[in-house]
DNA sequence: TGTGTTCTCGTAAACGTTTACGGAAAAACG
DNA sequence: CGTTTTTCCGTAAACGTTTACGAGAACACA
């Protein structure tokens, strides 16, 4: 169904064009414009000079084919299903400091999106066998991941916004700190008197729940509370999955008196619950979300939560991964780090 | 700096591959391949399972060097400078329908994104003359735009998420009704009553400010009301900038019954400015948004707003676009569309 | 002057595809 | 059986780069 596209367009000189303008051979000119020491000064300038001229760009196609690299890093971005409206934020200011560290080293980034319902694996699939990219950065982690054991087993460099149980430590990842966030959250809460502290998180499989789990409970351990299982519940990671979630969770017979959601589009669904059965967070119940986002600050009352500092992430992911491929890596080779930030605790009026 | 990359991967077989796996010849395994007529069914059956059984896709490089098209399509985002935390939630759903058409006729598509500060153009030129894309959707376009300026001087295929004065009807565009989406908040806000109606937009030049100001006008006329210059005003596109202009227009002597503001980053930082001066939207003001986002449903009050259908109109556009292509379209050859499409009324709590 | 080094450049192959062309074999037709 | 058409496939060039190799010229040194 396609054939040329582009192909008029009057700036599209290649190597040889310029090696025909200036009575050169086109290894000459290439070894000019890459810089190489094998070539007279003044030659050199000629090249360059003209290459401004007939405004000579090199064709990023013919280059990945010889390097066998095409310069460009993949970013799999997965919109939830049922996020009907609009998407996450989230990603934004992450892909910002991503692109940013990456334009550094003149790499590209790419952001490769699935349909909303579907897992990514196929898209993922495709990416990686047709080389569209030199690597990929992965988010929303699973604590099973099918992607990251299909990435390790076919050596392709990649690396991960958030853990995961899967690959063992074969790629750089870095990750929000959801286990200590459950836990100063549970924390700040005992100390305000609460004891009856309920967790809502999503299920899915998606490894943050589980850590934030963890943190939880343990804090609870640390202060002597039991923990109560009819406290914990999973639900659909969106509004409606969150309102479903809370109201469960409202309706048993020994009601908490705080809850701590595990995602922001829960927590609002959740409240929603909670202002249906005329209870008033910050007055009547205690609320503390895991991840902050704008809605949480603007919702009424706004909702104390901790919050990432998701643009330096972005920026640190990038060096990470570069740092454990080993063509981009220095002569150290290839090294494999993860790293663990911290959460900033955000004190609105909800709790 | 950069060598090989992933070249170590077990599953890149080439077309050499399976050529010699089958004792025929490259040439014969290509055309099977691409399902040409001229190839025996059965040899065809024996190359298609071998694709299968070696793991065989094809080269995007190689492909893309030979074919001179890349079969990507590229979408420009501009992160807005001074948007601290988090990013602009527009554009996922529309980006969600853009590559679900896309992908419908094989076509990747790649998010471009720039530095939040600088403006677009040098990462376009990059990418048009490398030759990344075969086409690029353009955002945010500006009344006057040397994006598009520069893009179909070059030739380049591409279509624009909203309108512009640059570069004439040579390429497609969607953009979303903002005159009449003005022409009917005054309407609605006339109707109750309001007949001092301030109007706050962005500044930078961007082309929706001056259709919605062409709405605001045309109703006010119509009604009889006469035009205050000094109830129109322009501030930065974000929260700051709605609320320093908000507070300006508030202290003017012969202040406004009726706000409608042209974004809602503006309108919740102008929201912020009434809440302290005591003044509440929805009792003491009426409040209306041209551009619905979750910020504006959570907000308190939830703020009456005009939305628009992102996913579709992502749709939509890659048809058009596509439609624009020669190589892409039908044999009737290319054609340039231009559509505006309606928003719809979210009436809430803030009017 | 002869020999060895250093600079500089051209030649040609290679990356993985697609495709125009031609030719051999098979089929169709008289 | 001879001729023409059809079917099928191999050959080779081309897309735009990069780079290994070698060779000529200039230079240094004895």
Known sequence: MLAKVGGELSLASSIHDLARHLNISIGTVSRALNGRADVNADTRQRVLEAAKKLNYSPNQSGRSLRQGATR???????????????????????????????????????????????????????????????????????????????????????????????????????????????????????ARGHRRIAAIRPSHDLNFGYLFLDGYRKALERHGIEVDPGLIADGFINEAGGYQVTADVMLSKDRPTAIIFNNDAMALGGCKALAEMGIRPGHDIAVIVIVDTPLCRYFSPALTAFRPSLEPMGQRLAEMLLASIPAFAGPEGPRIIREVWPLELVARDSD
Chains 1, 2 share one sequence.
């Open 72 to 190: 460009s890093i993949a970013f799999m971005l997965q919109p939830h299903p049922g996020d009907q409206q609009y998407g996450e934020p989230f990603f934004i200011p992450f892909l910002t400091g991503l692109q940013a560290r990456l334009a550094d080293y003149d790499l590209d980034l790419m952001v490769v999106m699935g349909e909303p319902g579907q897992y990514q694996q196929e898209r993922l699939r495709r990416v990686v066998e047709t080389r569209r990219a030199d690597a990929v950065v992965l988010a929303n982690t699973r604590r099973e991941d099918d992607r990251i054991d299909y990435l390790s087993k076919a050596g392709f460099p990649f690396a991960t916004l958030g853990r995961s149980q899967s690959g063992g430590d074969t790629y750089p990842s870095l990750d929000i700190d959801f286990e200590r966030a459950g836990d100063e959250a549970v924390d700040r809460l005992v």
